[in-house]
């Protein structure tokens, strides 16, 4: 079992709350020496590639908080899925850089037949100015968390 940060744990657990969401996962990693010809190796599949292209890799002092979201493959996985692509949408109009996107694995592997069994859900925080501490982050993380469960309170979501 993973242990993190308070305001980390939080978050997971404002969005366990939803309906459909089976787990969640969380790192952080320093954007910063990511560089575009390092986005072609595998272990940096995991990063937001469109996003880092259009800078050509991280920018100084920033780091990336992601999320990894599993579901059930449910009806009540899509609304719930459907709720956070309006709440990171909206949260990102007002100036959090944050976005959702979807995450699978190739159709198959030397392992079998993937499709179908690998789509995951990436929740991307970027934050700049780290510079000795994550304490930034966790602010906005506090501010995120706060701000999602209000908005589950106000749009009267189903959670579980």
Not at 15 to 23: N, Q
């Given at each position: 079992m993973?242990?993190y940060?308070n305001?980390?744990q939080?978050?997971?657990d404002?969005?366990l709350?939803?309906?459909?969401i089976?787990g969640i996962?969380?790192?952080v ?5 990511i560089?575009s010809?390092?986005?072609?190796f ?12 259009r800078?050509?890799?991280?920018l100084?002092?920033e780091?990336l908080i992601?999320f990894?979201l599993e579901?059930d493959y449910?009806?009540d996985?899509?609304?719930?899925i459907e709720?956070?692509?309006?709440f990171?949408?909206?949260?990102a ?10 995450f699978?694995?190739p159709p198959d592997?030397?392992h ?10 990436h929740l991307?925080?970027f934050v ?12 906005i ?11 589950i309170t106000?749009?009267?979501?189903p959670?579980k």
């Amino acid at each position: 079992m993973n242990h993190y940060p308070n305001e980390i744990q939080d978050f997971h657990d404002t969005v366990l709350k939803l309906r459909g969401i089976t787990g969640i996962e969380s790192g952080v990693d320093n954007l910063e020496p990511i560089d575009s010809v390092m986005l072609g190796f595998p272990p940096f599949a995991h990063l937001p590639h469109g996003a880092l292209l259009r800078t050509n890799g991280g920018l100084e002092n920033e780091v990336l908080i992601q999320f990894e979201l599993e579901t059930d493959y449910s009806l009540d996985s899509l609304h719930s899925i459907e709720f956070l692509a309006w709440f990171v949408r909206d949260s990102a109009r007002g100036g959090t850089a944050i976005q959702l996107r979807p995450f699978a694995l190739p159709p198959d592997s030397p392992h079998g037949r993937q499709l179908g069994t690998s789509l995951k859900y990436h929740l991307d925080l970027f934050v700049g100015g780290i510079e000795e501490s994550l304490e930034p982050a966790y602010e906005i993380l506090r501010k995120l968390t706060q701000s999602l469960e209000l908005a589950i309170t106000l749009y009267e979501i189903p959670i579980k």
